[in-house]
T-cell receptor, first 116, second 110 residues
Framework: EAQVTQNPRYLITVTGKKLTVTCSQN?????MSWYRQDPGLGLRQIYY???????DKGDVPEGYKVSRKEKRNFPLILESPSPNQTSLYFC???????????????FGEGSRLTVL | KNEVEQSPQNLTAQEGEFITINCSYS?????LHWLQQHPGGGIVSLFM???GKKKHGRLIATINIQEKHSSLHITASHPRDSAVYIC????????????FGKGTRLSVIA
């Protein structure tokens, strides 16, 4: 089954304790991206990757890191989480953004992170 | 900064009504997405379009490139259509591939 898998789905942590949210897709997609969703602000892009070893900042990259060493995985790293990073996080992938028929977005189920 | 505006922000409809949700953007785009997010959080892609019109079941999406506007229509609405509908566009310029609207919260009452 084609899917995007995020882990963990729920996490409560404390300020400063490094954490990683994993994202994996099984569709051989080139494009992967991380978003955070906050009430009243909608979805905002954190980082995205057009392909292996190619990553770029989105609208709200501060406090986050990513890597794309393999095509299927795109982990989101919070080196020193702070309470303002409490949010609902989504990973998404797409075969390609540039071609109308192959740009459908597939989202993970979301990871709800609370930083105390 | 390029933005995406959706209207209305909230919409309540009676079961069976025809529903329209609007999305406007500011400059040239290469593609526009309509997404659905049900209570509980999961997001699914409904449509991706760059011109014209697409239909899937009771859902219809249209885009007018000249007017920089897209609409999502739901015919014969049902309570299971209750969700947040999100428009996202890929602008031709700028270094952020997708820009999202803030969503339209739809409630369909039986």
């Amino acid at each position: 089954e084609a899917q995007v898998t995020q882990n963990p789905r729920y996490l409560i942590t404390v300020t400063g304790k490094k954490l990683t949210v994993t994202c994996s897709q099984n569709m051989n997609h080139e494009y992967m991206s991380w978003y955070r969703q906050d009430p009243g602000l909608g979805l905002r892009q954190i980082y995205y990757s057009m392909n292996v070893e190619v990553t770029d900042k989105g609208d709200v990259p501060e406090g986050y890191k990513v890597s794309r060493k393999e095509k299927r995985n795109f982990p989101l790293i919070l080196e020193s989480p702070s309470p303002n990073q409490t949010s609902l996080y989504f990973c998404a992938s797409s075969l390609s953004l540039g071609i109308a028929n192959t740009g459908e977005l597939f989202f993970g189920e979301g990871s709800r992170l609370t930083v105390l | 900064k390029n933005e995406v505006e959706q209207s209305p922000q909230n919409l309540t409809a009676q079961e069976g009504e025809f529903i329209t949700i609007n999305c406007s953007y500011s400059v040239g785009i290469s593609a526009l997405h309509w997404l659905q997010q049900h209570p509980g959080g999961g997001i699914v892609s409904l449509f991706m379009l760059s011109s014209g019109k697409k239909k899937h079941g009771r859902l219809i999406a249209t885009i007018n490139i000249q007017e920089k506007h897209s609409s999502l229509h739901i015919t014969a609405s049902h309570p299971r259509d209750s969700a947040v509908y999100i428009c996202a566009v890929r602008y031709n310029s700028g270094n952020t591939p997708l820009v999202f609207g803030k969503g339209t919260r739809l409630s369909v009452i039986a």
